[in-house]
C-alpha cells in the first residue's frame, strides 16, 4: 500500500493498538491476537530492550502472514532512528513530540508520519511540515475530549488520533468520538498486561474484536 492507501486504512479502522515486548515470541503472539480479531493495524514502540531486532521479526510475520494489515513504529524522537525503521519496511511512524526532521525524512521516504503534538501551534506546524494525521498526546491530561472538541471547532479539517489515558471502553471512546476525534491510541487497557502475562492470547482476540465492533457502530 502506498501512503494514501495507509492514511485511508487508519482513518477508517479508527482503533490503533499500541505496545512493546521485549520477547519476540510474545510480541509475535500479541500481533496475531490484534490482526486475527479484526484490528488490522499495529504500532510496536521503540521504548526499550531489543525493540528493532523485535520489529524487524514482526514485520517479517506481518509481510508474510498478513499481507494485508500495517505495522508501525512508535516512540521515535529522532531523524537517524526513523531512517532505520523506514529502511525495514515500517507501514508508518509515530512519534510522542514534534520533530521536523522527522516529518522530513518520512515525507522523503513517502511514509506516513504521525507526529505527537500538544497544542493547536503544533498541530498547526506539523500541518504545515506535511503531516497528514496527528497524535495528540496526552490527550487525557490535556484536556480530554472537550480538548479535542475544542481544537475541532476553528479547525474542523484537522485528522488527530488521540492517545494517553484512552480507555477501551464504549464510553470513554463514544466520548472521543463525539468531540470530534478521527483515531484512537489505545496501549495496555486493550493490551492487557494481565492476558498477555496469563498467554490468554484468545481473550486478547475476542477483546480486540468486541472493541472494533463497538466502533463500527458509531456514526
Not at 22 to 51: H, M, P, Q, S
Amino acid at each position: 500500500m502506498n501512503k494514501k492507501e495507509i492514511l485511508e486504512k487508519i482513518l477508517k479502522i479508527r482503533l490503533m493498538p499500541l505496545f512493546y515486548h521485549k520477547d519476540v515470541d510474545i510480541a509475535k503472539k500479541v500481533l496475531k491476537a490484534v490482526f486475527e480479531g479484526g484490528i488490522k493495524l499495529l504500532e510496536f514502540t521503540n521504548r526499550g530492550e531489543n525493540a528493532f531486532d523485535v520489529f524487524c521479526d514482526l514485520q517479517k510475520l506481518k509481510s508474510t502472514d498478513y499481507p494485508d494489515s500495517l505495522l508501525g513504529i512508535g516512540s521515535i524522537v529522532d531523524r537517524e532512528t526513523a531512517f532505520r525503521y523506514i529502511e525495514q519496511g515500517t507501514d508508518f511512524l509515530v512519534t510522542p513530540l514534534l520533530n521536523r526532521e522527522v516529518i522530513e525524512v518520512c515525507n522523503e521516504n513517502k511514509i506516513l508520519c504521525i507526529p505527537g503534538c500538544s497544542t493547536l501551534t503544533e498541530i498547526y506546524q506539523a500541518e504545515t511540515w506535511g503531516a497528514e494525521l496527528v497524535k495528540v498526546f496526552p490527550a487525557l491530561q490535556l484536556g480530554g475530549p472537550a480538548y479535542i472538541k475544542s481544537i475541532k471547532g476553528p479547525c474542523p479539517w484537522l485528522s488527530l488520533v488521540v492517545t494517553g489515558g484512552v480507555k477501551a471502553t464504549k464510553e470513554d471512546l463514544k466520548a472521543w468520538h463525539d468531540s470530534g476525534a478521527d483515531g484512537f491510541g489505545l496501549g495496555s487497557d486493550l493490551l492487557s498486561k494481565e492476558l498477555i502475562n496469563q498467554g490468554n492470547y484468545t481473550a486478547l482476540s475476542e477483546k480486540v474484536s468486541e472493541l472494533l465492533s463497538i466502533v463500527q457502530d458509531f456514526e
